[in-house]
């Protein structure tokens, strides 16, 4: 199993640094967003939104 | 006395979107459908060349997806922006050059196509002059959305409804796929060849291929359905929330499938398992947003009885969820093996474009042509007729493709007991013909509601001041 998430990261070119940055910086940025739509304090002024376009003609 | 002033939107330019996504709805199916009569009849390409199934198909693909598409997600963007910011587009003439630009390079592209002009890419077959035209449109249309959503009123709207959202990650997201995947040498007015080779070229093109499906069909269309299941439906979305969630997955996950496309190819392998990994996971959000729309109808289902609009709002969104279920699991390499070069991908495809984004358009267009004319449909029943005709003539297409796909898959890799293949090739097609047929069934019976819709609204349009004036003396 270790030797399966070896990486030799000498190896590693400027498209793999590129990628891998990407990655993580995708990730990140998802766990923020879930965190920000989700956190119970903003439950109320989120859910507040879809009422508005029910009368908007 | 009604003392509320309603406020007044620019609907002329929607108003042309709108009956030309339904033409070129009638236009797309009708190729569609002779394209797959071909394949089960080879004699009705009539050696003309401009009609053999390979320029057909094309055609077809090209009318269905980027003149129907994309004149229903400019005719509802331009509709929805306006009313859920408060304001009329930021520049309605640059609408009307946009829509006219948009229908015009359409036209050529499908023109060029039946000449023989090809790129030979996949959904991106426009050669370069088309392409940079039609990039240069679809960024007027960008420009002109972002800017009509900068101009509303911050204090009345400080927020920007999720339907809004969705548009502008459509529009970004394909602006740049487009554009690298068209990036290519010109040798000639009409004749090209990509920046790309080998593989990198089969990378970049399922790069946009599979985004094309993701951002341009779903994206888009989930836009549609955050506005229109909400409207037409007369209740809120399920859950706001949940809406944000379902965007922020899909704009940060949909750019990895791409190489689900290429399993067992030159590509390396690790690349086919990323995408396939990727495709199970957005399983997640796509149910997510599928349910959000469904349990908007909780608590008032009984309403599908008698909303014949709601119907194909509410169908449309269970063949998304079929679709986003079905497409990761042929992701999967051990599926892939059986299912890819299949009718079974065909089918798959057809479940998400007829079952998915041609259901939430019909029903959009229906709403929009009620509220924008001011009039209930000239027929309800024949919008139950066109809804009934459109879900069996949908259900017989993929069935077929799906029996049709998985046997071909069988017969392929199957060996008798000396190791040899047991079936030719051409015993593989042949065995093909009754699904085929059935398909054409399915391609008709779609067919036939598109040009049922396309005379209801015509009734519609025609018979609208008519009945305004009825409605009128009436209350009076």
Redesign the interface.
Known sequence: MLDYFKTDWSAMTTSDWVGLIITVAVFFGMLITFWRALRPSKRKELEEEKYKILDDD | MDTTV??Q?NDGVVKYLTVGAIVFLVLGTFLGTFAASQLAWPALNFDIAEITFARLRVMHTNTVIFAFGGMTLMATAFYTVQ??N?VKLWSNGMAWVTAILFTIGLLLVVVTISLGMTTGKEYHEQEWPLAIAIALVWTLYTLNFVMTIAARNKET?P?V???NWFFLGMMIAITYLYVVNGLAIPVSLFRSYSLFGGVQDAMIQWWWGHNAVGFFLTAGFLGIMY?FV??QA????Y???L???HF??LM?GYVWLGAHHLQYTALPDWTGSLGAVISLAMIIPSWGGALNGMLTLSGAWDRLRTDYILRFLIIALAFYAMATFEGPVMAAKTVNALSHYTDWTVGHVHSGALGWVAMVSIGALYHMVM?MWNTEMYSMKLINFHFWLATIGTVFYIVAMWVSGIMQGLMWRAYDEYGTLAYTFAESVASMHPYYVMRVVGGVLFFSGAVVMLYNVIMTIRTANARQEVGTTANA
């Open positions: 309603k406020p939107y009313r859920t408060g709207h927020n409804y999720v339907s506005y909400p409207k007369q209740r809120p979305i859950s706001y929330r809406s944000v969630i922020w997955a940060f509220k």
